[in-house]
């Protein structure tokens, strides 16, 4: 199943019915796998948010060192040619990941994981249930991840995974929503790119409520200094525009400021979209650039860990 939510961008004023509650048994442990880039402890507040839903939670344990392990793709052929495949390269991560799952098992009880994975987090997450199985795990949430390989043929596009999203497309397992398995796939709405040079249909920049209190605030556009500035289509829009062009071979659509809304979304997965929200937790602030860990986004899907 495939459905698309786009929630308000007026400070997540929307709520669930979920709330905090105190840690319980009968909730499935989550394991968070961090994005490129990322370590550990960037996930650190989002864990002790988890945790205050009553979700024990397991962090992978990768250090911003250790993605320098991904150079040992340079000497493959593969890379060169743009088929590279997951493994070995790749190798390091996934025994991370095993290592917190097994952690998360002992927290289990005898139940299901929910592995939670950010950017590429979450496609390393399916490449993990296709090499070591998935019988552990009930539940795929990924945030802000590029799912799907760049387009070919689009000038100017080059693989920045010199081949592992489209290994990823044609041999892990395609997302399913049923009571067995459930794939949840979360894409921000941060800011809309723009082409480099012509015309662009860009809309606005980062949206914020100017008064968070007020129900019918005032929008104001927000730059990467937090001053305001018009919604014409600037250098911040047409760089970022940029960088989504490299994801999905188009500059001017919306996405979290690295990923775009399009390659962040599955066929078969039960596919929200949240307005308003920032890719990483490197550089957020919740109150002007919340990003998917931000305690009001994660009221928003907060529900998938509890059902």
Same mark, same amino acid.
């Given at each position: 199943?495939?459905?698309?939510?786009?929630?308000?961008?007026?400070?997540?004023?929307?709520?669930?019915?979920?709330?905090?509650?105190?840690?319980?048994? &009968?909730?499935?442990?989550?394991?968070?796998?961090?994005?490129?880039? !990322? !370590?550990?402890?960037?996930?650190?507040?989002?864990?002790? &948010?988890?945790?205050?839903?009553?979700?024990?939670?397991?962090?992978?344990?990768?250090?911003?060192?250790?993605? #320098?392990?991904?150079?040992?793709?340079?000497?493959?052929?593969?890379?060169?040619?743009?088929?590279?495949?997951?493994?070995?390269?790749?190798?390091?991560?996934?025994?991370?990941?095993?290592?917190?799952?097994?952690?998360?098992?002992?927290?289990?009880?005898?139940?299901?994981?929910?592995?939670?994975?950010?950017?590429?987090?979450?496609?390393?997450?399916? /490449?993990?249930?296709?090499?070591?199985?998935?019988?552990?795990?009930? #539940?795929?949430?990924? %945030?802000?991840?590029?799912?799907?390989?760049?387009?070919?043929?689009?000038?100017?596009?080059?693989?920045?995974?010199?081949?592992?999203?489209? +290994?990823?497309? =044609?041999?892990?397992? =395609?997302?399913?929503?049923?009571?067995?398995?459930?794939?949840?796939?979360?894409?921000?709405?941060?800011?809309?790119?723009?082409?480099? /040079?012509?015309?662009?249909?860009?809309?606005?920049?980062?949206?914020?409520?100017?008064? !968070?209190?007020?129900?019918?605030?005032?929008?104001? %556009?927000? !730059?990467?200094?937090?001053?305001?500035?018009? &919604?014409?289509?600037?250098?911040?829009?047409?760089?970022?525009?940029?960088?989504?062009?490299?994801?999905?071979?188009?500059?001017?659509?919306?996405?979290?400021?690295?990923?775009?809304? /399009?390659?962040?979304?599955?066929?078969?997965?039960?596919?929200?979209?949240?307005?308003? /929200? +920032?890719?990483?937790?490197?550089?957020?602030?919740?109150?002007?650039?919340?990003?998917?860990?931000?305690?009001?986004?994660?009221?928003?899907?907060?529900?998938?860990? %509890?059902?």
């Amino acid at each position: 199943m495939a459905m698309a939510l786009a929630l308000a961008p007026s400070f997540f004023k929307l709520h669930c019915s979920s709330s905090p509650t105190n840690p319980t048994s &009968t909730i499935r442990p989550a394991v968070i796998l961090p994005g490129l880039g !990322n !370590n550990t402890g960037d996930y650190q507040k989002l864990e002790l &948010t988890l945790q205050e839903y009553g979700v024990p939670t397991v962090i992978a344990k990768v250090s911003r060192f250790d993605w #320098l392990r991904n150079a040992a793709g340079l000497v493959d052929p593969n890379y060169w040619s743009g088929s590279l495949r997951p493994r070995p390269v790749l190798d390091w991560y996934l025994k991370r990941i095993d290592e917190a799952v097994q952690e998360a098992k002992e927290l289990a009880q005898g139940q299901t994981l929910s592995l939670i994975g950010h950017s590429a987090g979450g496609w390393l997450a399916r /490449v993990y249930m296709e090499e070591f199985g998935q019988l552990d795990v009930s #539940l795929l949430l990924t %945030l802000g991840t590029p799912h799907l390989p760049p387009p070919k043929g689009v000038p100017g596009v080059i693989d920045q995974t010199r081949g592992l999203l489209y +290994y990823v497309e =044609k041999h892990c397992k =395609k997302a399913v929503y049923t009571p067995e398995l459930r794939y949840v796939c979360i894409a921000g709405r941060y800011i809309q790119g723009a082409r480099f /040079v012509g015309d662009s249909n860009v809309e606005a920049k980062s949206m914020v409520p100017a008064e !968070n209190d007020h129900p019918t605030a005032e929008a104001v %556009l927000v !730059n990467d200094l937090g001053i305001s500035t018009s &919604t014409s289509p600037g250098f911040r829009a047409r760089f970022v525009g940029q960088g989504y062009k490299q994801v999905c071979g188009q500059a001017d659509v919306w996405g979290d400021g690295v990923v775009p809304e /399009v390659s962040a979304h599955l066929d078969g997965a039960f596919n929200i979209s949240l307005d308003g /929200v +920032y890719h990483s937790p490197v550089g957020s602030e919740d109150e002007l650039r919340p990003w998917y860990g931000t305690p009001a986004v994660v009221e928003q899907w907060i529900h998938h860990l %509890l059902d």
